[in-house]
């Protein structure tokens, strides 16, 4: 039976209405799929970016807070520093004030002699040389003179040797030295200093653990005090 127009005519229009139907139906589908990838897609670059985001700001974080930890050192140290400049400097005032004192010494003469006479035969128990040549303020050559004479006699009876000394009349110690001597050996190439300030000087060195101690009190972090 041969199909009219009209007949032809629905039938390609119900074709067409289905092929558009489908089309429609592939271009949601394609639509709600490419939503879907795009959807991942920004939620995985977000998630990324996120993740950079917060490794920047650890970073970050981290260097602040090193940095924080030597800026805290460095002030530490410095404070450090400014305390035992501020100790030693004490230390300094105090043995200038020792040094200045050392005149007072001289002006007890029997206080004084007792104690060149010690200076000379310590000299001489350190040097032990058969000759010497003893240096000492000009006027304390009346005292160095008795102190050698009283001093000859007892060295010569603890060593059983001879000695022969010599007190230099042509160069004396500076008139700013507070008292005491120097001795030579013969050729003047050894050298004792026992003068005030020399011996002072010796004692302070000594006694540096317990001037601190007496001072500002025991270090709590030091294990010998040599």
Same mark, same amino acid.
């Given at each position: 039976?041969?199909?009219?127009?009209?007949?032809?005519?629905? +039938?390609?229009?119900?074709?067409?209405?289905?092929?558009?139907?489908?089309?429609?139906?592939?271009?949601?589908?394609?639509?709600?799929?490419?939503?879907?990838?795009?959807?991942?897609?920004?939620?995985?670059?977000?998630?990324?970016?996120?993740?950079?985001?917060?490794?920047?700001?650890? /970073?970050?974080?981290?260097? $602040?807070?090193? +940095? /924080?930890? $030597?800026?805290?050192?460095?002030?530490?140290? +410095?404070?450090?520093?400014?305390?035992?400049?501020?100790?030693?400097?004490?230390?300094?005032?105090?043995?200038?004030?020792?040094?200045? #004192?050392?005149?007072?010494?001289?002006?007890?003469?029997?206080?004084?002699?007792?104690?060149?006479?010690?200076?000379?035969?310590?000299?001489?128990?350190?040097?032990?040389?058969?000759?010497?040549?003893?240096?000492?303020?000009?006027?304390?050559?009346?005292?160095?003179?008795?102190?050698?004479?009283?001093?000859?006699?007892?060295?010569?009876?603890?060593?059983?040797?001879?000695?022969?000394? #010599?007190?230099?009349?042509?160069?004396?110690?500076?008139?700013?030295?507070?008292?005491? $001597?120097?001795?030579?050996?013969?050729?003047?190439?050894?050298?004792?200093?026992?003068?005030?300030?020399?011996?002072?000087?010796?004692?302070?060195?000594?006694?540096?653990?317990?001037? #601190?101690?007496?001072?500002?009190?025991?270090?709590?972090? #030091?294990?010998?005090?040599?």
């Amino acid at each position: 039976m041969a199909l009219s127009d009209a007949d032809v005519q629905k +039938q390609i229009k119900h074709m067409m209405a289905f092929i558009e139907q489908e089309a429609n139906e592939k271009a949601e589908e394609v639509e709600a799929k490419a939503e879907e990838e795009f959807n991942i897609e920004k939620g995985r670059l977000v998630q990324t970016q996120r993740l950079k985001i917060m490794e920047y700001y650890e /970073k970050k974080e981290k260097q $602040i807070e090193q +940095q /924080k930890k $030597i800026q805290m050192s460095n002030l530490m140290n +410095q404070a450090r520093l400014k305390v035992l400049k501020a100790r030693d400097d004490m230390i300094s005032d105090l043995l200038n004030e020792a040094r200045q #004192r050392l005149a007072d010494i001289t002006k007890d003469s029997s206080r004084y002699s007792i104690l060149m006479e010690g200076l000379v035969l310590q000299g001489l128990y350190q040097l032990l040389e058969p000759k010497v040549t003893i240096r000492c303020r000009k006027q304390d050559l009346p005292l160095a003179k008795a102190s050698v004479q009283k001093n000859i006699r007892i060295y010569k009876a603890a060593t059983k040797t001879n000695v022969e000394v #010599r007190i230099d009349q042509d160069n004396f110690l500076p008139p700013e030295t507070s008292g005491g $001597i120097e001795i030579y050996n013969r050729d003047g190439k050894i050298k004792v200093s026992n003068t005030l300030e020399s011996r002072l000087d010796l004692i302070a060195q000594q006694m540096m653990p317990e001037i #601190r101690v007496a001072l500002f009190g025991a270090n709590p972090n #030091r294990k010998f005090l040599d």
